[in-house]
């Protein structure tokens, strides 16, 4: 019976808010995306996504002999005429990069552009390069989602990235 107010004190005092255990889904940031459901912000969406749902993947051209290969992530704005056009997330960055659509694009020239940042996505017939320092990613091809480009295609791409989308 001597021990029942320390036992009492402990059980209390094992849930208490300043307790170190980590509650899961209670890691949202300042705009409220929850980090550990896979959400982050989305400036030219505006709103929290799952980079790996919405955007279009692209793999590192040099693949690590080993560990994880990590893909950036290029997501589109819903906007047709939006400035930024897109954006992208990159391994090991905190953030998206704004990329943005050259006022009058060329062949084999970008057609997204953050020249500020070192960063250029081309378009070629086999697929797609994502440019970044220096550092080369390929799409693993594929098209955007109607749930990426929003209740109509985009004019800019046709619905379609860097795939043979005929």
Known sequence: MKFLPHLLWLTM????PGSSERVLGADRDGRGCVASAGFSWSGVRGECIRIFEIGLAFVP????????????HVVMAPVPDAQPAAEVFVP??????????????SQGAPWLVNAQEGV?????????????????????????TQK??????????????CADCS
Do not use: Y
Not at 63 to 70: D, E, N, T, W, Y
Not at 121 to 140: A, D, I, K, N
């Open 13 to 16: 005092t094992a849930c208490a």
């Open 92 to 105: 090991g960055r905190a953030g998206a990069i704004p990329l943005f659509k050259p006022q009058a694009p």
């Open 148 to 161: 990426a480009l929003g209740a109509t295609r985009h004019p800019l791409f046709g619905g379609c990235l």
């Open 120 to 144: 250029a996505v081309f378009r070629e017939p086999t697929g797609c390069l994502l440019e970044v320092r220096g550092q080369m990613f390929r799409s693993t091809g594929g098209r955007f």
């Open 61 to 72: 051209e040099q693949v690590p002999a080993q560990g994880a290969v990590l893909a950036a």
